[in-house]
């Protein structure tokens, strides 16, 4: 039930980036087309889960227990950058198809702040699913960190669609490339705002 | 001719630029926002009020001059293959400071801002600059040019967060200027991207040459 | 000017050089501000404390009350050697995130009042709870939950809703409602009362919120 909650709650009504203005800098440079928006968002699923899953248990067994915290901002960006790298080298071994259609994201993974963001909110913040405010474990962590990139995902791909359809129509000139992209995205999140108070 | 005037332009800035100079270049003719389109995320996400906004942008502008400036003055002796993970190291180090001293001394504002702070870690702006600016130019430059940038940046959240405050609160710097509520929708997210997409074509119409 | 070049060795010495100096910056700022966060964190409770309770003296008497598996802080205050009222922390999922309440009771059990110490209500809508002189809160001030039934009118209760702000308003009355039974746990009356108090909530959630 919890889990069912969650996905509702990232993918719906928090969209990471609908409504909590994360990874807005891929929303907008990655969404000219759908596929490129697919690939993109498959890769940040893929990043998010993992790093959420090793910063978590850094959080709990490193930083905490040798009074560290203060180094969490430090050690997070480093493991997330680590592992989009590892990724990068082990997709390119097993998986050369793969790696072609992902593998131009993936640098730009380390730099998308959806996906520290993320993993700074499960150790930072207190969630209220169910109606009452706890700390997430491990592996609420986890679906939380998938759900919110399918949140993203689904943001990005949507939107996606919505630009190649402006690329043909005839926006006044001050208004072309981000401008009329922003105003795009202002009217997505306000119909996303209908799902607010489901969860 | 005027092709000439620009190319002397160009070529001009490439050559070597007055401290001032740099500064003012962040303002308006590479502003951050409205011009290179960098770190929306916090400029959409915490510009519910004027001062939220210019708070945001104080805090992202220390950040950016203190990593340009050790990031100018260290580069040389950072071999290539690790220059990114290094000067991610270096930002972080000063985001953390920044967090902790808010923390300590402003913590109404640090909890408005909230995650926002961490992430200036991952503010393209800041990483964009130790790469195209700092790490190739001398000390004073690369501080100016932070300054510059970070100037810019806060003006920006400045005004979409004053418009939004206007609009969404009726509030200005939070002084209430009439009765009664505004129209939330600004405060509120669809808002942000709102206002920014119509600032936006409101600064390439101003900006561009007809 | 003469770069470092990639060997492996000049890699590791340099990344590591500056993870050590910025791990041992951050260690010496850490512990420069650490106590002072610590201060401002436990200024914030002792004035939400103060402000939620009638004049006291001394400190307040902080303890740890258990009650179905969750720990409450709740705050003892003295004055002339007899209790005047406990301050009890309690937290409910509001509209857009956890409401956090300090909720003041006097000896008779009335509520004294109410603050806010966190919340991410919607602005200009739930976040009314945080108000001064809203009424929202101030409905609660002098009420004995054992009398004033501690409900939205909506769900047959005494407490007026903010209008378009349902939800908020269930959260925060669920919390006043909580406190008041770490209230009753920590005072040591009668338990009667306080498994009333508990009775379940009809209509959960809802999603009727005109947001």
Known sequence: ?199 | MQRAQQLRRRTAKEDRMKPIDLIKKGIIKDNPTFVLVLGMCPTLGTTTSALNGMGMGLATLVVLTLSNIVISAVARFIPDKVRIPSYIVIISAFVTIIQLLMQAYLPSLYETLGLFIPLIVVNCIVLGRAEAFANKNTVLDSACDGLGIGLGFTLSLMVIGLIRELLGSGTLFGLPLWHGDGILVFVLAPGAFLVLGLLMALFNKLTRRA | MAKMESTLKNMLISLGGIALVCALLLAVVNALTEKKIARVQSEKTARAIAQVLPAFEGAPIDTVVLLDGTEYNVHKAMAGGSTVGYAVESVTAGFGGPINLMVGFNAAGDICSTAVISHSETPGLGAKITEGESHFRTQFDGRNPAEYRLKVTKDGGDVDAITASTITSRAFTAAVEKAYNVYLAASGSNTDAASSATAPQDGEGGSDEAN
Not at chain 1, 12 to 36: E, H
Not at chain 1, 183 to 199: C, D, E, H, P
Request: charged letters at 5%; proline letters at 4%.
């Open chain 1, 1 to 199: 039930m919890t889990i069912l909650l969650i996905l509702v709650s990232a993918i719906f009504v928090n969209n990471i980036v609908l409504s909590q203005f994360l990874g807005i800098c891929p929303f907008l440079g990655v969404s000219k087309q759908v596929n490129t928006a697919v690939g993109m968002s498959l890769a940040v699923t893929f990043v998010m889960a993992l790093s959420t899953c090793v910063t978590w248990l850094l959080q709990y067994y490193v930083l905490m227990p040798l009074n560290m915290v203060y180094m969490q901002t430090v050690t997070f960006i480093l493991v997330i950058a680590g592992l989009v790298q590892m990724v990068e080298i082990i997709l390119k071994k097993i998986s050369p198809a793969l790696y072609q259609s992902l593998g131009i994201f993936l640098p730009l993974i380390t730099t998308n702040c959806a996906v520290l963001g993320v993993a700074l909110m499960v150790v930072q913040k207190q969630f209220t699913f169910g109606g009452e405010a706890k700390m997430l474990n491990l592996g609420e962590s986890v679906v939380f960190a998938i759900a919110s990139a399918i949140g993203f995902g689904l943001a990005i791909t949507l939107f996606a669609a919505i630009r190649e359809q402006l690329e043909t129509s005839n926006v006044p000139k001050p208004f072309k490339g981000i401008p009329i992209a922003l105003i795009t995205a202002g009217i997505m999140a306000l119909a996303f705002m209908g799902f607010s108070g489901m969860v």
